[in-house]
């Protein structure tokens, strides 16, 4: 039979921990990505608009996460940083958003 020592449990608060510095991580890594991604494409096309489709859900996955983060709940917050993030990540690849070189926070295409 096993105690409740044996399960682990008495870990919590380093994972716990452990979660927080992702969520703090990923909320700042996300932020920046938000502040330096630009736009390429001219207004009024077809690439402009889908840039700025993405960049809405990069804002609006990011602005749940931090209700998220605020609420206690950090895992469904880093589950919103990273699909905020995810978002920009996929416009610069693609080619609809600038990420200006930086190859730190963006997978460059």
Do not use: C
């Not at 001219?42 to 609006?60: C, D, I, V, Y």
């Not at 950090?74 to 990273?82: D, E, I, N, R, V």
């Amino acid at each position: 039979m096993k105690t409740r020592k044996d399960t682990g449990a008495g870990k919590a608060g380093a994972g716990q921990e452990d979660l927080i510095a992702k969520v703090t991580k990923y909320r700042e890594l996300t932020r920046a990505a938000l502040q330096k991604a630009g736009l390429i494409a001219p207004e009024g096309t077809k690439e402009n608009s889908m840039a700025k489709n993405l960049l809405e859900m990069a804002e609006s996955y990011f602005a749940d996460a931090q209700y998220f983060e605020r609420k206690g709940m950090a895992l469904t917050a880093l589950a919103a940083y990273s699909y905020a993030h995810a978002w920009i990540d996929a416009g610069v690849r693609l080619g609809l958003l600038d990420g200006k070189g930086d190859d730190k926070l963006f997978i460059l295409p």
